[in-house]
């Protein structure tokens, strides 16, 4: 630590909402330029000395100032750029996000890496002023779920590759989506385990995956419970050619943003999401699961007929959890993030516990007395 190769950082956490690791800055780096070779976009413009810029919330990563507005140049770190330093992004004014759009045609990245929903809030005052904002050569999607809202309202304004890169700030980069829309392991610097749940419940495709990392003396994890869960590619191909590690028809979404139908039966955020998706008119949404049977969707909307929008949700829930639902519709002008400074599309609000839902083969067994 004193001569600087490794420091404790607190984090968002994957599991809780703050936590210490240790950070090994190097063995970071090393495992995001691995990540970059799963990309076609990525390892061709990616040099590690490219200019990114970065749209995240600042508990997150970057610079943390809601009082006073930071120069440019406070915000500046080696190559990157952080675009936000408000941690409330229900504080941005027209003002701030003219700000963003302005420096990315100074900084012109040639890499945006973004929090979906905060690029997706950018992306929904672009379009609407009717401006123009620079291109960069990506864009690469972390720190949450993107869902097909996000990706809708960003496609408006942006024109170029996108791709979500998933990992933890304990394990580093664990799989990078190509340019096919499929998600491959970066064996390089992880192994994946992957835990079926049962047919019920989506399995064998859809489970969980606990992850062990490569060269990081500083910091080794073994089975690391990543919190996520994903589905299996069902060919175990892509036609992008890499066939190294597991290859993932999608992330579904992490285990805390599941939700139950009235039978029982698990319903990832994945699921979720791509029922909601077929509503037009939505800005943002989040269903919360206060009980059996029981559903709270919330809505930002734009739409002067909510009382139809709201009959649509209510038909599309009560299809997916079950014609028994109760199911509450309302409209709020905007969704706060939770205390982590990520965004939560779902969740329920009692505790559900994933190991139940694992096939009988994949479930840790405790030997008598332990």
């Known amino acids: 630590m004193a001569n600087g190769e490794i420091a404790f950082v607190e984090t968002s956490g994957t599991i809780d909402s703050s936590v210490t690791n240790i950070w090994n800055q190097k ?22 000395s490219h ?71 950018l992306c929904r005052y672009i379009a609407t002023a009717k ?25 408006r304004v942006f024109d170029v590759p996108i791709a979500s890169s998933y990992g933890t700030t304990e394990t580093g980069y664990v799989f990078m989506q190509c340019e096919a829309g499929k998600f491959h392991q970066n064996s390089q610097f992880c192994r994946v385990d992957f835990h079926p749940l049962k047919l019920e419940h989506g399995g064998p495709r ?18 690391f419970d990543v919190g996520d869960l994903v589905r299996i ?3 175990g191909e892509c036609p992008c050619g890499r066939d190294s590690g597991l290859i993932l028809e999608a992330i579904e979404g992490r285990a805390a943003n599941v939700t139950l139908t009235c039978s029982g ?17 939505i800005d943002e949404y989040r269903l919360e699961q206060p009980g059996e049977g029981v559903y709270r969707l919330y809505l930002v909307s734009q739409r002067r007929d909510k009382d139809r929008l709201s009959e649509q949700a209510s038909a599309i829930l009560k299809g997916l959890y079950g ?11 905007a969704i706060p993030p939770e205390d ?14 994933i190991e139940h839902y694992l096939a009988e083969s994949h479930v840790n067994k405790r030997r008598p007395g332990k």
Request: no cysteine; net charge neutral.
């Open 51 to 121: 200019p990114e810029a970065i749209l995240a919330n600042p508990l997150n990563v970057g610079f943390i100032s809601d009082t006073v507005e930071l120069p440019m140049g406070k915000r500046r770190l080696a190559r990157f750029l952080y675009l936000n330093e408000k941690t409330d992004p229900l504080s941005w004014t027209s003002e701030y996000m003219d700000r963003m759009i302005s420096e990315l045609e100074i900084f012109k990245p040639v890499v945006l890496e973004a929090n979906p929903s905060l690029l997706a809030k």
């Open 323 to 333: 014609q028994d639902a109760e199911v509450s519709v309302s409209y709020q002008d």
């Open 206 to 223: 859809l489970g969980r995956i606990l992850v062990t990392t490569f060269n990081n003396p500083w910091y080794y994890i073994v089975r």
């Open 233 to 235: 590619d069902e060919r």
């Open 265 to 281: 039966r698990l319903v990832s955020l994945r699921e979720l999401d791509k029922a909601l998706s077929v509503l037009e008119g």
């Open 27 to 48: 063995w970071w780096d090393a495992s995001e330029r691995a990540s970059w070779k799963l990309n076609s976009y990525a390892n061709k413009i990616a040099t590690g």
């Open 340 to 353: 982590s400074g990520k965004y939560s599309l779902a969740k329920t609000l009692f505790p559900v516990e």
């Open 131 to 155: 401006k123009t904002v620079f291109q960069p050569q990506l864009i690469v999607f972390t720190y949450e779920y993107p869902s097909a809202f996000h990706y809708r309202q960003i496609r």
